[in-house]
T-cell receptor, first 112, second 111 residues
Framework: ETGVTQSPTHLIKTRGQQVTLRCSSQ?????VSWYQQALGQGPQFIFQ???????GRGNFPPRFSGLQFPNYSSELNVNALELDDSALYLC???????????FGSGTQLSVL | TQLLEQSPQFLSIQEGENLTVYCNSS?????LQWYRQEPGEGPVLLVT?????EVKKLKRLTFQFGDARKDSSLHITAAQPGDTGLYLC???????????FGKGTTLSVSS
């Protein structure tokens, strides 16, 4: 059984650029959730995907978007990067409507 | 807006001491989860409590869910250096989508 894997592990971008983060869910899981964790804060919910459709969204602007693929892997896209987007981005997989989340190690994004 | 307040924010203790971390809210949650996160890693689920008044034990860790399902506590007995990390509580909703996380308690246990 493979766990949740995220890529890349670290990324440096400049303000205004676009970024794509990737996540492979744990074997058997059909739901992927994305969280943003700023330094010294707890994770904040961005959105969740189930059956390739967005199933719930947190208080994040439209420039944060996502995709889920038929194999349940997922992407998080952020356009027009801002300095405040610097954070650890966490992907978590689960079974639909099951609150037991399995997190990846995250992608550390730095926006300069 | 549902919020979870954790206290204390930082805790630095000696090996062998006992400690309690608190997680409080004015909102009712369908479940409360506790995670531990180490630097450079994602959070790892320790326990889920769903019933008001529920107590769960995981070796030296004891978790309690408040009767009104608005608060929870984590008690560690005889802390060890391996317990060092960021402890996060997270509340679940009936909808089963987003988890609401507290800001966490950073625990440092020195030998």
């Amino acid at each position: 059984e493979t766990g949740v894997t995220q890529s890349p592990t670290h990324l440096i971008k400049t303000r205004g650029q676009q970024v794509t983060l990737r996540c492979s869910s744990q074997s058997g899981h059909n739901t992927v959730s994305w969280y943003q964790q700023a330094l010294g804060q707890g994770p904040q919910f961005i959105f969740q995907y189930y059956r390739e459709e967005e199933n719930g969204r947190g208080n994040f602007p439209p420039r944060f978007s996502g995709l889920q693929f038929p194999n349940y892997s997922s992407e998080l896209n952020v356009n027009a990067l801002e300095l405040d987007d610097s954070a650890l981005y966490l992907c978590a997989s689960s079974l639909f409507r099951n609150e037991k989340l399995f997190f990846g190690s995250g992608t550390q994004l730095s926006v300069l | 807006t549902q919020l979870l307040e954790q206290s204390p924010q930082f805790l630095s203790i000696q090996e062998g001491e006992n400690l309690t971390v608190y997680c409080n809210s004015s909102s009712v949650f369908s479940s409360l989860q506790w995670y531990r996160q180490e630097p450079g890693e994602g959070p790892v689920l320790l326990v889920t409590v769903v019933t008001g008044g529920e107590v769960k034990k995981l070796k030296r860790l004891t978790f309690q869910f408040g009767d009104a399902r608005k608060d929870s506590s984590l008690h560690i007995t005889a802390a060890q250096p391996g317990d060092t990390g960021l402890y996060l509580c997270a509340g679940g909703s009936q909808a089963g989508t987003a988890l609401i996380f507290g800001k966490g308690t950073t625990l440092s246990v020195s030998s």
